[in-house]
């Protein structure tokens, strides 16, 4: 792995590896664009039910805990640990969505105490 730093020239930006080495700007959005994981719209979906549903509580954590497949649909599960007040408690979300439409059939919650 990397360690990436962003460096500007008068002829644009560019990328700089932890070896020095010189990376267009075209290949570093590139290389960006490969590093958002495929959950990441569901995870935003997940996020936004979640606050919707506890308006008062803030999210203090966040977990993929990955998908399975049932039939044409897939369900990908996320874990959020909340803060509301003095009270910390976990919430479990189930985005239920078809594989190809990716339709939300539905989105399940259900709070834990770990």
């Known amino acids: 792995m990397h360690t990436f730093f962003m460096a ?9 590896t932890g070896a020095t080495s010189l990376i267009p700007t075209e290949q570093a959005a590139a290389a960006v664009v490969e590093e958002v994981p495929a959950y990441a ?18 999210i203090v954590d966040y977990l993929y805990s990955g998908n399975e497949e049932q039939d044409d649909s897939r369900i990908e599960k996320f874990k959020l640990w909340l803060r509301e007040g003095d009270k910390e408690f976990g919430v479990r979300i189930h985005i239920k969505h078809h594989v190809s439409s990716e339709k939300v059939e539905g989105i399940s919650f259900e709070e834990t105490s770990n």
């Open 8 to 16: 500007v020239s008068l002829s644009g930006l560019m990328l700089i």
């Open 41 to 58: 719209k569901w995870g935003k979906m997940a996020v936004k039910a979640t606050m919707a549903k506890y308006p008062d509580a803030e």
